[in-house]
């Protein structure tokens, strides 16, 4: 079976840097992709990894370790509008194409 | 700018009726996704297909089919319903070779 862990919820400070981490035990990995998702609304895409290191994208990073089976988003210079969940999901390759299985997803919440 | 539509934001529906639930995708995407969303339980992939007429079953099918007649059009069936199927529906569509994944606003799907 597929396993992905994150932790649930994580609370952090206006302009302060949070790091959320994922682990993941699968079969078969193709890459990893993090989304973000306000309430009551659709998932967008952040980012996307699938060599070992680290990708920065303005405010956000995204880091793998392929042979740790490990993955973190990291959010520099907080603002209230980056209270949202973070899913994290990772690409299988099935018989026909690939499909994403997802964590459960983290729920920031940023305070003043 | 993809654009992933869903035919409904809400939609109520009773016990035992035959229900569909419709996505549109402009950007000539091979592959869609139909996911629900529940709390504590995070994104589960019910099907997908990556080509008209292909489809797959994702890691919870029961309860549900699917029909793509149409490149654009992927549709989620759920032949009798029941109450454990109200959740929130995605869909979403994406190129091969586990490009990201562009989502509708969902569905939020009540059977009573």
């Known amino acids: 079976g597929q396993n992905i862990d994150q932790p649930t919820e994580m609370t952090a400070t206006e302009g302060a840097i949070v790091q959320i981490n994922c682990t993941y035990q699968?079969?078969?990995?193709?890459?990893l992709f993090w989304y973000q998702q306000h309430a009551g609304e659709a998932p967008t895409f952040l980012s996307y990894n699938v060599l070992d290191g680290l990708e920065e994208k303005g405010r956000f990073s995204s880091f793998l370790s392929r042979s740790k089976g490990y993955s973190y988003l990291l959010l520099k210079e907080l603002q209230m509008k980056d209270s949202a969940s973070y899913l994290c999901a990772v690409i299988l390759r099935g018989a026909g194409s690939y499909q994403l299985t997802f964590g459960k997803g983290t729920k920031l919440s940023v305070i003043p | 700018d993809v654009k992933v539509t869903q035919s409904s934001r809400y939609l109520v529906k009773r016990t035992g009726e035959k229900v569909f639930l419709e996505c549109v995708q402009d950007?000539?995407?091979?592959?869609m996704f139909w996911y629900r969303q529940d709390p504590g339980l995070g994104l589960r992939l019910i099907y997908f297909s990556y080509d008209v007429k292909m489809k797959e079953k994702g890691d919870i099918p029961e309860g549900y089919s699917v029909s793509r007649e149409k490149k654009e059009r992927f549709s989620l069936i759920l032949e009798s319903a029941s109450t454990n199927q109200t959740s929130m529906y995605l869909c979403a569509s994406g190129l091969r070779g586990g490009q990201p994944q562009h989502f509708g606003d969902g569905t939020r799907l009540s059977i009573l």
């Open positions: 699968t079969s078969g990995f193709n890459g």
């Open positions: 950007m000539d995407h091979e592959n």
